[in-house]
């Protein structure tokens, strides 16, 4: 009785431990709440990645450093939470319009249905969100390898909704000027990004 | 989602308890002291199976390769085989403590993946979540439902083999 006593108590220790390494000490639960975490502990530098943007022409992810970045991910042929994402995202560019006319801030959606999201497609998905002049570029990423790195590094997952369309993780990713992707806040919470912003925009 | 918690997971348990039928039985022999009641073995699988409920592993496990092979491992082994060592061990108190907590582990998780709003793994779809919440609540109902009647009218002899 005493072994099964020792036993189940290195058991009951190995099995606490472990469960605290899975949830990061009982914070973390799900997959999503996960690469929040690890992104806010441990702020990710800007990977190189070529862009297309809605004028046919070419940019590099790292050419947007040195100012705020709000960023998020859309198909354009998303018709629910999509078009209620980009309303939001026009909302944010009217409130945010002082930092973006002095290019201390960019929203930027990322498309990742790059087969069908041409800059036409991107075009508009501006439009019909309601986009404010400049301030908001929408782009996809140009070959399969960058779509693959830039999944990868914002931890983005998009999979079948069996319907065409997709289900994906949609969040608004808060880049710092030093090219740093340093949060990564609910969209339906773009106030959340707004007040990253507005609160060290000047700095 | 359903298939992945509620076939492969289960199928693997499976799958380790069958192989301890292939365990010598020399190794039965020594591990038994340490296992009193089977206490220490139905601790072990209760643990690991907490693991592999957590929705962050099974998203890890269909993402990342070596994640799934930690759970075709783990699972059979750490789950599947410490219960069938343990099973036959256990007296009645400690049988009842582990299938209330399953039971009462499936009416929570249920529960959870019927009422949350988003989606608990970036994997599966919310109508797929929802599915498995349904299964786990008429799986814990139809286990309380068996186990009352099992205890009301069925005959109920648990020899262990710690006496």
Redesign the interface.
């Known amino acids: ?1 005493l ?2 006593l ?3 108590l290195l ?2 220790v ?3 431990a ?2 605290a390494a ?2 990061e000490g009982f914070r ?7 690469r929040r975490f690890d992104i806010r502990a441990h702020p990710r530098a800007l990977p190189s990645l070529t862009l297309q943007t809605t004028n046919g022409g070419s940019i590099d992810l790292l050419d947007l450093r040195g100012r705020w970045l709000l960023v998020d991910f859309v198909y354009t042929r998303c018709m629910t939470y999509c078009s209620i994402q980009g309303s939001e995202f026009s909302r944010l560019q009217q409130q945010l319009a002082e930092p973006i006319a002095q290019g201390k801030a960019t929203l930027l959606s990322l498309s990742f249905d790059p087969d069908h999201d041409g800059p036409a497609e991107l075009e508009s998905y501006l439009q019909r969100s309601g986009v404010h002049g400049a301030g908001w570029v929408a782009a996809r990423p140009t070959d399969a390898t960058s779509l693959t790195t830039m999944m990868r590094f914002f931890g983005v ?1 998009a ?1 079948s ?2 319907m065409g369309g997709f ?1 994906h ?1 949609s969040a608004i990713g808060v880049i710092d000027p030093r090219g740093r992707l340093i949060d990564v806040v609910d969209w339906s919470d773009p106030q959340m990004a707004a007040r990253y912003l507005s609160g060290r925009a000047g700095s | 989602m359903v298939l992945h918690m509620l076939f492969q997971i289960p199928l693997l348990v499976l799958a380790g308890w069958i192989l301890t039928t292939a365990l010598p039985r020399r190794f039965c022999k020594a591990v038994a ?5 089977g ?2 073995g139905i ?2 699988a209760s ?2 199976g ?2 592999w409920m ?4 099974l ?2 496990a269909v ?1 990342d390769f070596s994640i799934a092979l930690v759970k075709w491992i783990s699972v059979p082994f750490l789950i599947g085989m410490p219960l069938a060592l343990s099973w036959p061990r256990a007296g009645f108190v400690v049988r009842g403590v582990f299938l209330l907590e399953l039971i009462a582990t499936a009416f929570r998780l249920g529960w959870l993946y019927l009422v949350s709003p988003v ?8 109508d797929d979540q929802q599915r498995l919440g349904w299964l786990l609540l008429a799986i814990g109902v139809v286990a309380v439902l068996f186990l009352a009647w099992q205890l009301l009218w069925g005959h109920i002899e648990v020899r262990h083999l710690d006496k």
């Open positions: 009785m072994r099964t020792l036993a189940s058991i009951l190995a099995g606490v472990t469960l899975a949830t973390v639960f799900t997959a999503e709440t996960a997952k999979i909704d069996g289900v993780n | 002291p340490w296992n009193a009641y206490i220490s601790l072990l643990l690991t907490s693991v957590l929705p962050r592993m998203d890890a993402d989606r608990l793994c970036n994997s599966y779809l919310l």
